[in-house]
């Protein structure tokens, strides 16, 4: 519940999607208490959209001096950064690794965000320039190209290679025609 003697402050500041935004922010400083460290100056922003769009979100900084849209900014500017973690997590199993050592945990976060830029990469120079295919849903509309559709991409450029083939004997292979592997690899991809 905000209290409405809260004095508020009109800012334009520069939000998601490279555009500026007209937001009110209320501000005050702060400190932070933990046993056993030292005290914190923290400054603290409460941020609203007057049209209501989104519900009011707060922000906090160790630099008490920062003036309130620089921190919003700053918050905004990490948006990408939060956008790979999601990412990482929903698509490569990043902090849901189960290991029973901490070495092996502080190993496999880095591995992890290393074949996300592997993926990325090779998706990339597959590419040569050219746009990215988006799987579409009838239910969920996409502008852009997400991180599952670069992992189903590279995994389709992947699985048909034959340098990985296993099979001893041209016995064990069975022809399928090509329309139907590529429907199958298309399945896979997005469902592995």
Known sequence: MLDPDTTWEPLTVPWYGGVTAQVEAATGTALWYHPGAPTVALRWVLLRDPAGQF????????????????????????WPLEVTFQEVRAHLGVETQRQWSNLAILRTTPALLGLFSLVTLVAHARLDGQPLPVRQAAWYAKSAPTFSDTLAFVRQCLWPVTVFSTSPSSDEVIEIPRALFDRLTDTLAFAA
């Open 55 to 78: 519900e009011p979100q707060a922000f906090l900084s160790t630099d008490p001096s920062a003036p309130p849209a620089q921190i919003i900014a700053w918050f905004v500017a990490r």
